[in-house]
């Protein structure tokens, strides 16, 4: 670990910690209904739509509007994929996408995972990239944003169910947050020499005088789109390894601060809609420890390197010339420290875009990203779904303070009853459920084996990675699994649904049966919600829920791996 | 033939989503005032 590396992590923290607080004021503007410039284009989409937007809507319209609205646009998104060869901006006469790729690509692009079994350069026309991938990140975004502001109505609201309107959540979030911050994103990312053009792919000569085809397109617009929204879907299949991609230090920087920025503004929004800006600040607090401890972790294990190579006569130690540790899988111009900040921003929230290749870090670096989102992605989180994730570990973690202390849970004046712990305890099971279910099955099946590059402990978290990202709805690949087969592209795409909707629809629950509760005021057997000590509280439930059901597979994958690498023995 | 399949498979899970409201909105019916213990 180097001063230098410290610094730039020290830089990226200070400036998340500034920007919080502007932002979460324009993101408590766009939901407040306080912008109205462009409220033509708004009342045209209405009309055009059939949109009542003063409707405000129970939790199960709210919910079922959610959810026909994600399906019709996935449908949509399966036939353009498995059309595109009938279709405009197809240059290089991409051909239609195959059936078991389309479907996971419009339920990964559809719930803002973006997990990519394909490269995008090789296997997607402009015109999908652009109507399709594009849209998507858009309205996935949007939609997180939309539920996560639902919850906090249910927490601040007493309306009888009612958590809002999703069609001009939708549209607010979409036309006032997220257009608006790609288009400025864009820009900058191309005047740093981020490409965007309908350019043919431009055949090069190497300096050893090999043909090289370099991939053109329309990138910075999707670029700037996948960060803000924590989508994640690169235009490339190295992602943002690339250089087309992320061509600077500066560039790199930016797109890790897209990806917190607008989940961090809306944990300090948050707080100013509940009127209580001390829990959200203690909620930020949580979740920068949380993210320090994984950076920290992270950049620990790939400055150490591998003993194996030190053993062997490799340089590890970090000289003016050499950044030591582990390079491998690491862009040289990113060295250690920003490869390992990147690979924790991007898990922490449900991004998934990556700058190095998280197969090649060591077990315990590995592990990082792996735990990150086994923790449910509640560190600052994906838009939305970060600060929704956390508000239901909230709601556990004041239920569990309520049984110490032997009274009925509140939380900011709402009491917490058995339904309301029930709707808590299903999103925290579903996701477990869906990710070991589906990598239990995967590792005892010959279609599942089929797919492994790596064996021993490094196979098993290769699966497990796979789940977890798509059931996280991160999408990060750890590589080293060949995911494009009828079995994988098959349980991976239900793995995103289910991650999803399985766990919107009690979330959505929750907020609408806060709503009905009335508020009550704070006695002395409130716990206090401001305090270190809730803070505490909060950070061990989530790695309490976090351990209690991944330590047995992490035991067997990264943790053994870890061991055996100590006894020389590599996967 | 696939394309029905992975077709029925977005439609049904969907539908089972819907159902799902449902279901919770059922799970929610319960007395939920003045049970508060001392």
């Not at chain 1, 405009?88 to 692009?109: G, K, Y």
């Not at chain 1, 998507?136 to 944003?145: D, K």
């Not at chain 1, 979030?173 to 864009?186: K, N, Q, R």
């Not at chain 1, 990147?342 to 990203?369: K, L, Q």
Request: overall charge neutral.
């Amino acid at each position: 670990m180097t001063m230098n590396g410290w610094l730039q992590i020290l830089l990226f923290s200070a400036v998340l910690l500034a920007v919080t607080k502007p932002v979460g004021i324009y993101v408590l503007k766009v939901y407040d209904g306080s912008f109205r410039w462009l409220a033509p284009l708004e009342r045209i989409t209405y009309r055009l739509c059939g949109i009542d937007p003063e409707e405000d809507q129970h939790w199960t319209r709210y919910a079922a509007s959610m959810l026909i609205f994600s399906a019709v646009s996935m449908l949509a998104t399966y036939v353009v994929l498995r059309m595109q060869h009938a279709l405009p901006l197809n240059p290089f006469n991409r051909d239609a996408v195959p059936a078991r790729q389309a479907f996971e690509t419009a339920a990964s692009f559809t719930t803002n995972t973006n997990w990519q079994s394909y490269a995008g350069e090789t296997t997607m026309s402009y015109f999908s990239q652009m109507t399709q991938l594009a849209f998507h990140n858009f309205v996935s975004a949007a939609t997180g944003m939309a539920l996560a502001v639902a919850l906090v109505r249910g927490i601040a609201r007493n309306s009888a169910g009612r958590i809002g309107n999703f069609w001009t959540d939708l549209v607010r979030g979409t036309f006032y947050l997220f257009l608006p911050a790609a288009l400025v994103l864009a820009l900058l990312f191309v005047q740093q020499g981020v490409i965007q053009n309908f350019h043919q792919y431009i055949t090069a000569t190497t300096i050893e005088g090999a043909k090289q085809v370099l991939a053109m397109g329309p990138v910075a617009s999707q670029e700037a789109i996948k960060q803000l929204g924590t989508n994640g879907g690169g235009f490339f299949n190295a992602n943002s390894a690339h250089p087309f991609e992320n061509p600077t230090p500066w560039t790199n920087f930016l797109q890790m601060l897209a990806i917190f920025i607008i989940p961090a503004g809306l944990v300090y929004a948050f707080g100013r809609m509940v009127k209580n800006q001390r829990h959200a600040w203690a909620i930020w607090a949580a979740m920068f420890i949380l993210f320090a401890g994984g950076v920290t972790t992270a950049y620990w294990a790939e400055a150490r390197g591998n003993p194996i190579h030190a053993a062997r006569g490799v340089d590890v130690v970090a000289t003016a010339t050499n950044p030591g540790g582990n390079m491998e899988g690491k862009e040289v111009r990113f060295g250690i420290a920003n490869s390992a900040l990147y690979a924790t921003v991007t898990t922490d929230a449900s991004c998934g875009c990556v700058n190095s290749m998280h197969d090649s870090f060591t077990p315990i670096g590995g592990m990082v990203p792996l735990v990150n989102m086994q923790l449910g992605e509640v560190i600052f989180g994906g838009v939305g779904a970060g600060l929704y994730g956390m508000l239901v570990m909230v709601v556990l973690t004041i239920f569990i303070a309520g049984l110490m202390v032997g009274r009925t849970p509140e939380y900011l004046g709402k009491k917490i009853q058995s339904r309301e712990i029930r709707m808590a305890m299903l999103y925290a099971l579903i996701f477990p459920a869906s990710i070991l279910l589906f990598s239990a099955a995967s590792v005892v099946l010959p279609m599942g084996l089929k797919g492994l590059n790596n064996a021993g402990p490094h196979g098993l978290t290769e699966i497990l990675y796979a789940f977890t990202s798509t059931t996280a709805n991160n999408g990060s690949a750890f590589a080293g699994l060949t995911g494009a087969t009828y079995y994988y592209n098959t349980t991976l795409g239900l793995a995103t649904l289910i991650g999803r909707f399985a766990m919107h629809v009690p979330m959505l629950a929750l907020a609408g049966f806060l709503a009905e509760r009335r508020v009550v005021p704070e006695s002395a057997g409130t716990f206090p919600v401001t305090t270190p000590l809730f803070v505490a509280l909060l950070i061990s439930v989530i790695l309490i829920v976090g351990a209690l059901t991944f330590f047995p597979a992490l035991a067997l994958g990264p943790v053994v791996e870890h061991l055996v690498m100590g006894a020389g023995k590599l996967f | 033939m696939l394309d029905v399949l992975y077709i029925a498979i977005t439609i049904v899970f969907f539908g089972l989503m819907l159902a799902y409201v449902h279901a919770c909105e059922l799970l929610g019916h319960e007395p939920v005032e003045g049970e508060d213990r001392p």
